[in-house]
T-cell receptor, first 112, second 114 residues
Framework: DAGVIQSPRHEVTEMGQEVTLRCKPISGHDYLFWYRQTMMRGLELLIYFNNNVPIDDSGMPEDRFSAKMPNASFSTLKIQPSEPRDSAVYFC??????????FGPGTRLTVT | AQKVTQAQTEISVVEKEDVTLDCVYETRDTTYYLFWYKQPPSGELVFLIRRNSFDEQNEISGRYSWNFQKSTSSFNFTITASQVVDSAVYFCALSDVGDYKLSFGAGTTVTVRA
């Protein structure tokens, strides 16, 4: 079975540009999570969805970040405008009701 | 509030040595789940185990074993006869039952030298 798919795997952009990260969860999983990983802050949960509905977005750092899940098989995390401090690895994960989360390979974002 | 502490930042061992990773957690809830994840140098996060708070039996899977002690709020992970392929960052995590959010520890970097 295919795991969680994320694209792109690497993104380099200039400050001020819009960045869109994409995620396809494991089929049948009802929960989708977006995390950010940095050396300074470790793994942080940004937002998670249940059945395509955002449940908790308290980890979204500021209004420049937005996430959508238009259907059960696709989600996006958008940063507009991007800043150098947004440079990080962004992970998408999905889960069924069994609680364990399965992570995608991550998107390494570099904002210059 | 939930908190997961992995006091060991880095551990370095020689191949075939055993290595134990400590994890201490805090939660107000009486029912919760504990997890371990592995992040190898390639970067992906790999699920290793989930443990329920009401099941204190220790678990063994091949060279991996987990010791859950509710009395000390600890969920330690031992790799027996370590191999170079075990080199990775290992994360302990906590989730309250009914809350699907994971709280991660800071991670422990394990380096196994040949």
């Amino acid at each position: 079975d295919a795991g969680v798919i994320q694209s792109p795997r690497h993104e380099v952009t200039e400050m001020g540009q819009e960045v869109t990260l994409r995620c396809k969860p494991i089929s049948g999983h009802d929960y989708l999570f977006w995390y950010r990983q940095t050396m300074m802050r470790g793994l942080e949960l940004l937002i998670y969805f249940n059945n395509n509905v955002p449940i908790d977005d308290s980890g979204m750092p500021e209004d420049r970040f937005s996430a959508k899940m238009p259907n059960a098989s696709f989600s996006t995390l958008k940063i507009q405008p991007s800043e150098p401090r947004d440079s990080a690895v962004y992970f998408c994960a999905s889960s069924s009701t069994s609680y364990e989360q399965y992570f995608g390979p991550g998107t390494r974002l570099t904002v210059t | 509030a939930q908190k997961v502490t992995q006091a060991q930042t880095e551990i370095s061992v020689v191949e075939k040595e055993d290595v134990t990773l400590d994890c201490v957690y805090e939660t107000r809830d009486t029912t919760y789940y504990l997890f371990w994840y592995k992040q190898p140098p390639s970067g992906e996060l790999v699920f290793l185990i989930r443990r329920n708070s009401f099941d204190e039996q220790n678990e063994i899977s091949g060279r991996y074993s987990w010791n859950f002690q509710k009395s000390t709020s600890s969920f330690n992970f031992t790799i027996t006869a370590s191999q170079v392929v075990d080199s990775a960052v290992y994360f302990c995590a906590l989730s309250d039952v009914g809350d699907y959010k994971l709280s991660f520890g800071a991670g422990t970097t394990v380096t196994v030298r040949a």
